[in-house]
């Protein structure tokens, strides 16, 4: 922790080439046989120790069923890095990280695997000198994670030490609704203290999404217009192009506003409404962020100002796809929602007034994230009507992923005509000012876990209003009607238009 | 693309620019910077690929200043200018214009520089080799927020650094510094690790290799304990031995790649420490543009004060005049490692 390097006469504040690295220390995955751990994980923690982040005898221990020997998941490791590590691979980075690698076999229920696995930790402290640290991910789906922290609780796994740590890492869901999450950091909490759990939320790793903190709070120039006074009103939009893919299982019965509105687009809410911190440290942030969050209110009329649909048949980017209720695995009743588009409002003195418009989706257009903040017209304009009929409102787009940038669009004369305004637009790209150095969202996240720096992660509180703002909604969406339907490859149902339309607005086509 | 242009001024390079990039189809991009290399032909073609290859990770519009050796007297009286621009693939992610000086021009480069930088950008000169004596001095070093020299590409790399010291101003920095970042970061997190107070050190290493100085004078710098210099046969850095209240802390490597981190009562470990190319120094230089304090402190320690072990020279007891700023930073850091132990927990 950044506390413990006052002590050290190497480490000075203004040695800005001295990168952070974490202290002794060792990860934990369990399910490290998934489909996150190979392709993200594994190749996040080769990429850090490949930056020099990693602190020597950095160790890694798989946990799963499958029977593996030690050098088995080595193995596994080493294709895994090979195949999706962002740094070029090296042998000598490649020898630091395999000492340190170990397998242990079993089952959740299994307590001798759990007694293995102790063992294996104090082994690595003896031969790795760990020191006691290690983060335990819990890459497994949510309902093993009560059996888990259960037995890492049973096995004194847990137990923090006065000199050394235990973490736990868990992925979202967080709970299905209110009182499932609570019930949740209930378990969580009874072995972990609060400050000790993190959350992933892969999407506070992006580099884009910490730009917005940068975008408002560094610059003069954004800020004073960034209320009511001049904000029209913000879409926030998560789209993907794929469906559900092999996810029936975990997807049905959660639908697109529980997988993404209630974590993903409610962060990104938060960033973007929120006031300025006192500090950028993890309490002062998340102060703000339950502020707003908690200022958040659901529109009078559910039935008028949500709208979730289902993709059906059609073509997505030349292929066919098919539509969500004849995916295999899903029940052709199922009523889950694959689009869900809502309108919130802030009750505050800078957003009175200014809708919030969130909605995200499956196989719709294109895969794309982004914030959009629309400003209002012109109060008044000294040119003719037709000059500025092509003129569309402004807006400052925050590119979050794919194509990581800043566009600002607004009106410009068109060359050689006598007076005609139309839409251009300024555009800022990640990739042309700051080209490949972009870390991965995991490579941040877990490096914060291991420096117990958690200003990227959503706490117990955020998670518990953005519940609170969903559940009401959720609830009657399960008592009217039922979900529209939306060809696939559209950027959704005629329902999200016509309710953008009743206010006067459109949706962007991003 | 490429063009070529001779017998030219900085105006038609602009030109030339603007073409280029219409006629690649980008208009106008985010260059972060302009990088001026300095250099002969003979090291040209490597510091550019050097340059192309940093560009991924900060796009910039690069300048290449090759001063040209005239062979008679009338050419040498002869003032001539030479450009190749080239935009798109050929230019890593920016633009790149190699300046080709002749006779008189040679000693007004700054004048072709200055209507080729960019607007508003930071401005940093590289020497990558031949560095002025003084390079905020130099006219073209004038230009720049940072200026890069490598003292390790001059004949008399040990001499060169005390020369540096003498007319070092904020914003020079050396890319013999540069490549001991790994070192440096490796060192601090095994002081992290054992918090303790260092007593005295050895950094081991090649001859003639000012990474080995500078690594001794940083330690001494921060440390304020005698640090000697012992002379091995490379590659590069080959070990540092810090002698401390709770042992001895060695980090040892001795194949320019795989390092081992030994300490008393802990295992010994792993550490990969490769020895890095060019083109990542000089993307780690170019990704702070702001005075390098550190860096400062460490070469003004002077070369002279380190102990040469085999000389019969002691290494210096400091104290009698460190600057007093070190003074004041080392020392209570020293008596405050008990205290981290308690704020730890």
């Known amino acids: 922790m950044t506390g413990s390097h006052g002590a050290n006469p190497l480490r000075d504040a203004a040695d800005r080439r001295l990168p952070r690295i974490a202290g002794p220390s060792g990860l934990v995955i369990f399910g490290v046989t998934g ?200 879409q926030i939009t998560m789209a993907e192009d794929i469906g559900i893919g092999g996810r029936a299982g975990y997807y049905d019965g959660i639908g697109a506003a529980r997988d993404v509105i209630q974590n993903h687009l409610l962060q990104l809410l938060a ?8 500090s950028f440290e993890a309490d002062a942030l998340v102060a703000e962020k339950t502020k707003v969050l908690g200022a958040v209110r659901l529109p009078k009329d559910l039935g008028k100002e949500t709208v979730r649909a289902q993709y059906a048949e059609g073509w997505q980017g030349g292929e066919q796809a098919v539509g969500y209720l004849q995916e295999e695995g899903i029940d052709p009743k199922s009523k889950t929602d694959t689009y869900a588009a809502i309108k919130l409002s802030i009750d505050n003195r800078r957003w009175a007034g200014v809708p919030f418009y969130l909605r995200t989706g499956k196989r719709l257009g294109r895969r794309v994230t982004e914030i959009a903040v629309v400003f209002q017209r012109a109060p008044h304009s000294p040119f003719d009507h037709t000059a500025t009929e092509e003129l569309g409102q402004n807006a400052l787009v925050i590119r979050v992923q794919p194509d990581e940038g800043v566009t600002v669009r607004f ?47 959503p706490r117990l509180e955020e998670v518990e209003q953005s519940w609170r703002i ?35 607005r459109s949706w962007r086509r991003p | 693309m490429k063009i070529d242009l001779t017998e030219t001024t900085a105006s038609k390079i602009n030109k030339a620019l603007v073409e280029g990039r ?40 690069t300048l290449v200043v090759i001063k040209r050796v005239s062979r008679s007297p009338r050419d040498r009286a002869k003032a001539r200018l030479d450009a190749e621009v080239r935009v798109g693939t050929d230019a890593g992610t920016g633009e790149t214009v190699v300046l080709r000086l002749y006779g008189e021009a040679i000693d007004h480069a700054q004048s072709v520089v200055l209507p080729l930088l960019l607007p508003d950008a930071p401005v940093v000169v590289w020497w990558a080799v031949n560095a002025p004596l003084s390079p905020a001095k130099d006219p073209l070093g004038a230009l720049a927020q940072r200026r890069v ?33 790994p070192w440096r970061s490796m060192l601090a997190a095994a002081l992290d690790q054992a918090p303790c107070t260092v007593t005295s050190a050895e950094v081991e290493g090649e001859e003639f290799n000012p990474s080995c100085e500078l690594l001794a004078m940083w330690l001494a710098s921060r440390l304020n304990v005698p640090v000697t210099r012992k002379v091995s046969a490379g590659p590069g850095l080959t070990a540092v031995r810090m002698e401390s209240s709770s042992g001895t802390i060695v980090l040892d490597r001795p194949d320019g790649s795989l390092a081992t981190l030994s300490m008393r009562n802990q295992p010994d470990r792993a550490v990969a420490l490769k020895r890095r190319e060019t083109s990542e120094l000089l993307a780690e230089e170019l990704r702070r543009l702001d005075p390098d304090d550190i860096y400062a402190a460490a070469l003004k320690y002077g070369v002279d004060r380190l102990g040469h072990q085999g000389d019969g020279k002691p290494a210096e007891k400091t104290s009698e005049e460190p600057a007093a700023a070190d003074n004041a930073s080392a020392k209570p850091a020293a008596k405050k490692a008990p205290a981290k132990k308690a704020a730890a927990k």
């Open chain 2, 149 to 181: 020299t490598d003292a390790y590409a001059s004949e008399q790399p040990i001499q060169e650094l005390s020369a540096r010291a003498e007319t070092y101003t904020p914003g020079d920095t050396d890319l013999s510094w540069t490549r001991i970042t």
């Open chain 1, 411 to 457: 009106g410009s004369k068109v060359p050689g005509t006598s007076m005609e305004v139309r839409d251009v637009s300024m555009d800022f790209a990640y990739g042309e000012s700051f080209t490949e150095s972009s870390p991965e969202a995991y490579e941040r996240l877990i490096l914060d876990v291991l420096l117990g720096d958690a200003n990227l992660f």
């Open chain 2, 22 to 61: 219409r006629a690649v189809g980008t208009p106008a991009i985010g260059m972060v910077l302009t990088l001026v290399i300095v250099t002969d032909e003979e090291n040209a073609y490597d510091a550019l690929k050097a340059a192309n290859e940093a560009s991924r990770e900060h796009p910039s519009r």
């Open chain 1, 470 to 504: 969903l559940d009401p909604i959720e609830e009657y969406w399960d008592k009217h009607g039922k979900p529209a339907q939306y060809p696939a490859g559209t950027w959704g149902p005629i329902e999200a238009d016509e309710m953008l339309a009743r206010d006067g």
């Open chain 1, 35 to 234: 489909d996150l751990s190979r392709k993200k994980l594994m190749p996040a923690v080769y990429d850090l120790a490949n930056r020099g982040l990693l602190p020597p005898g950095f160790s890694l221990v798989g946990f799963a069923r499958r029977e593996w020997e030690n050098e088995d998941f080595a193995q596994e490791v080493y294709e895994a890095v090979k195949q999706h590590a962002r740094t070029p691979f090296r042998e000598e980075v490649w020898q630091q990280l395999v000492q340190g690698c170990r397998f242990v076999q079993g089952n959740f229920d299994d307590d001798e695997a759990f007694e293995t696995l102790k063992e294996t930790i104090q082994e690595l402290d003896k031969a790795q000198g760990t020191g006691g640290n290690f983060a335990f991910y819990l890459s497994v789906p949510p309902k093993f994670f009560p059996k888990v922290v259960q037995q890492l609780k049973k096995h004194g796994l847990a137990d923090q030490k006065e000199d050394s740590w235990r973490r736990a890492v868990i992925e979202k869901p967080f709970g299905h609704n209110l009182e499932s999450a609570q019930e949740l950091n209930r378990i969580v909490h009874e072995v972990f203290p609060p400050n000790e759990v993190f959350r992933i939320d892969h999407y506070l790793g992006k580099e884009t999404v910490q730009n917005i903190l940068a975008l408002r709070f560094a610059n003069t120039m954004f800020e004073p217009l960034w209320n009511r006074s001049y904000v029209d009103h913000v």
């Open chain 1, 271 to 278: 960033l973007t409404a929120m006031e300025e911190p006192a």
